[in-house]
Nanobody, 120 residues
Framework: QVQLVESGGGLVQPGGSLRLSCAAS????????MSWYRQTPGKERELVAT????????RVPDSVKGRFTISRDNAKTTVYLQMNTLKPEDTAVYYC?????????????WGLGTQVTVSS
């Protein structure tokens, strides 16, 4: 049974930092591309970071470039999202998921996510 358990969210002031973690189980983690997504009420889920199966290649959209960094530890079957210089518009529930290819959609059911709130 696939499980994706996100953690590390919280309330942070603008300009602050958070590190999110996603512990994955139930599939061969090291074989898959992993991504972080975020969603706010009334909006579609947005892709915010993707990392190759080996961790050697990462991609982020312009909206978070230079502020968000994705990494992974295949031995721990965990993917991370380091978020710096946070802005109020980064407020969302953050989720992780696996992908078969860079342009593919998420493979598995969503976890519960972790709430990030950026506010003074």
């Amino acid at each position: 049974q696939v499980q994706l358990v996100e953690s590390g969210g919280g309330l942070v002031q603008p300009g602050g930092s958070l590190r999110l973690s996603c512990a994955a189980s139930g599939f061969t983690f090291s074989r898959y591309i992993m991504s972080w997504y975020r969603q706010t009420p009334g909006k579609e889920r947005e892709l915010v970071a993707t990392i190759s199966s080996t961790g050697g290649t990462t991609r982020v959209p312009d909206s978070v470039k230079g502020r968000f960094t994705i990494s992974r530890d295949n031995a721990k079957t965990t993917v991370y999202l380091q978020m710096n210089t946070l802005k109020p518009e980064d407020t969302a529930v953050y989720y992780c998921n696996a992908k078969l290819s860079w342009n593919a959609g998420p493979m598995y059911s969503w976890g519960l996510g972790t709430q990030v709130t950026v506010s003074s």
